[in-house]
Nanobody
Framework: QVQLVESGGGMVQAGDSLRLSCAAS?????????MAWFRQAPSKEREFVAG????????AYTDSVKARFAISRDDAKKTIYLQMNNLQPEDTAVYYC?????????????????WGQGTRVTVSS
């Protein structure tokens, strides 16, 4: 099994930065997994935010965060990060970490086998 635990959420003002972390554990977790961040805003469906391939050589972002967010991974620590800069009220959501036993990033929920419980980010104007 694989366990994912997110941290780093909080309440900030527009223009501030946050860094989310996702620590992976479990006998089935491998550094060959692709990882991603999704988010779910109130009354909205969960959406893809950013993803990173197993070796970190390729990343993907949804258009609304491309210039502001950066995903990275540290396999020695079994942790991925989401650096979020210039946060805006529309970034308010619960952010989820996800993992899939495949090298390649996908942008749809059904492609991910493992999920964390989420960490809440609230951005006030």
């Amino acid at each position: 099994q694989v366990q994912l635990v997110e941290s780093g959420g909080g309440m900030v003002q527009a223009g501030d930065s946050l860094r989310l972390s996702c620590a992976a554990s479990g006998r089935d977790f491998s550094s060959t997994y692709a990882m991603a961040w999704f988010r779910q805003a109130p009354s909205k469906e969960r959406e893809f935010v950013a993803g990173i391939t197993w070796n970190g050589d390729s990343t993907a972002y949804t258009d609304s965060v491309k210039a502001r967010f950066a995903i990275s991974r540290d396999d020695a620590k079994k942790t991925i990060y989401l650096q979020m800069n210039n946060l805006q009220p529309e970034d308010t959501a619960v952010y989820y970490c996800a993992a899939r036993p495949n090298f390649v990033v996908r942008t749809t929920e059904r492609d991910y086998d493992y999920w964390g419980q989420g960490t809440r980010v609230t951005v006030s104007s």
